[in-house]
């Protein structure tokens, strides 16, 4: 890890590149150029549109829960009324944090969402500790689970009487994440299609299942929406129960964030982005609200807690021979979620290592595809040696919450940032009551976490403090032996010959949204924040 520069402006992001690299010949393609189009050829390209934007949202927040397991939010809730009132209100906070992230991701138009954000409002190790826990644990894991989940539904098939392999399974797992990852390196469109086809299908599966829903309405069979029926309990109301269904409502809605990470590749960022958010977030509530409706329009809640995957009983109780159709879609949404797992993270990766906070080589692009292949290639890696593992859901259990605890940092900024610079141009500027709103549930939750599982949540906060050492050893000290600075080198020309890829022109991407001539004010002063 070497230290890379500290900020990028429009004028010297070519330069302050390779300034502190030994492998700064490589980068003469990207700024050699006879005019700023020729050097656009090796830049990040506006490629995301609107539609491929609501994809990547809808496609990375609906995986395979909806389909699988939307049990856990019932199991805690203790009745039918009060797990629909859960789905409901945790979609409103979703869409409140949301609205709070689409002003941070206009008035800060850099790519890697909140670790930008927290990066550049609360200093570089705040940020630094927010990509080591995402680098470390958080993406690779996640990856690999939902790899694992397309596996299983793509051999269970071929397995009826008993559990697919476990070899078997990690094998097809590796195979989906080196396909995708191939597919992602080839094409920026080709990733983006991919993901606008499997969000459609996945969305598709879900409107079948809420057509069939209604269909049962129409018929009768609504015991459990009544409202008598409805709050009748299977289980005694307790406080910390029903905050436990808040908690798993909200892991459901994980991923809204994530369009906040390719900002720099959006058409029109300041129009587009807060569009996809508003337009995306109300549709997954819609879905995962009426989705449950129709659950329980078949199934009781009692069936629903014994079902290892909802959808697949609900077809086989309303579908007959065509019941393939539910676990077909399970494999499919898990396929598009893997895809909108790697194309995002890839980005933070990236990101990361052009703030100087993880390898150089990770800020570098393909000469002709304009892809971060370094940066994709990493994200493939680490999430392959999570398959290796047998505790990846130990550990994803233990960071969750640390995950959680940035959403809230970040909405924090949100507000420090408002205070510290006052007069900076924002294009969007909600109300203060919005991120206060989503700070008070946030603040919440998290206590009622610490409070019901101070081991796991110890154990997440220890995880994320083993990156202090790192980033005073691997950022921080900038007189590194002389070496030290000679091998890397070395291994980044290694690298950027193997690849074809050099550093990017990212000014026309980082240049902000020009605001009007008498606010005088048209940057953030990163230097301000480090």
């Known amino acids: 890890m070497s230290e890379g520069p500290k900020k990028r402006s429009s004028s010297s992001s070519s330069s302050s ?32 549109g609107l539609v491929s934007a609501c994809a990547i949202i809808i ?48 008035t800060i138009p850099k790519s890697g969402g909140d670790y930008s954000y927290v990066k550049d409002i609360f200093g570089g190790l705040a940020g630094f500790l927010r990509l080591w826990i995402a680098v470390l644990v958080i993406y690779p894991s996640n990856q690999a689970v939902i790899a694992l989940t397309f596996s299983n539904y793509i051999l269970q098939p071929l397995f009826p009487s008993c559990l697919p392999p476990d070899s078997s399974l990690r094998l097809l797992a590796a195979v989906c994440l080196l396909l995708l990852t191939w597919v992602n390196c080839h094409s920026v469109r080709w990733a983006t299609f991919v993901q606008d086809v499997f969000t459609a299908g996945k969305l598709l599966a879900l409107a079948l299942i809420i057509i069939m829903g209604i269909v049962q309405i129409c018929k009768g069979h609504y015991h459990w929406l009544e409202p008598v029926h409805a709050f009748e309990t299977f289980r ?3 406080v910390g129960l029903i905050a436990l269904s808040f908690l798993q409502g909200s892991f459901a809605y994980g991923g809204w964030n994530f369009l906040n990470y390719v900002t720099e590749e959006l058409v029109d960022p300041y129009r587009n982005l807060p569009r996809a958010i508003f337009i995306s977030i109300p549709v997954v509530t819609f879905v995962y609200v009426f989705a449950n409706v129709a659950y329980v329009t078949t199934l009781s809640p009692q069936e629903l807690l014994a079902s290892n995957a909802v959808a697949v009983t609900f077809g086989e109780k309303l579908l007959g021979v065509m019941s393939w159709i539910m676990p077909i879609s399970v494999a499919l ?41 370094p940066a994709l290639l990493f994200t493939l890696i680490t999430s392959l040696l999570m398959l290796c593992t047998s505790d990846i859901y130990t550990l994803i259990n233990y960071v ?14 949100q507000i420090v940032l408002r205070y510290k610079q006052p007069d900076l141009y924002r294009p969007i500027k909600v109300s203060l009551v919005w991120p206060v709103i989503y700070l008070l549930f946030w603040a919440f939750l998290l206590v009622f976490s610490l409070y019901s599982e101070p081991v796991v949540c110890g154990v ?30 070395k291994m980044t020309h290694l690298c950027q010959k193997l690849c074809s890829v050099v550093y990017p022109d990212m000014g026309g991407n980082l240049e902000p949204h020009s605001p009007p001539k008498e606010d005088g004010v048209g940057e953030m002063d990163a230097a301000s924040h480090g």
């Open 17 to 48: 590149s390779g300034g502190r690299s030994l492998s700064e010949p490589a980068e003469s393609p990207s700024v050699t150029g006879k005019d700023e189009e020729e050097s656009s050829a090796v830049g990040l390209k506006k490629q995301i």
């Open 400 to 413: 969750g919450f640390v995950n959680y605890l940035f959403y809230g940092v970040t909405v924090a900024g």
């Open 333 to 373: 949404s898990t396929f598009g979620g893997v895809n909108g797992s790697l194309f995002t993270s890839s980005r933070l990766f990236f990101v990361g290592a052009r703030e100087g906070h993880l390898p150089r080589v990770l800020a570098m692009i393909h000469v002709t595809r304009c892809t971060p292949i």
């Open 59 to 106: 496609g990375n927040i609906i995986g395979s829960g909806i389909f699988v397991s939307p049990k856990g939010v019932l199991e805690n809730a203790s009745s039918v009324g009060v797990a629909l009132i859960v789905w409901a209100t945790t979609g409103l906070i979703t869409a409140v944090g949301a609205l709070c992230y689409a002003e941070l991701g206009v």
């Open 236 to 238: 005694d109301y307790d």
């Open 460 to 489: 997440g906060l220890a995880i994320m403090m083993t990156g202090v050492p790192v980033y005073y050893l691997g950022v921080h000290w900038e007189k590194k032996p002389q070496c030290f600075n000679i091998a890397i080198g």
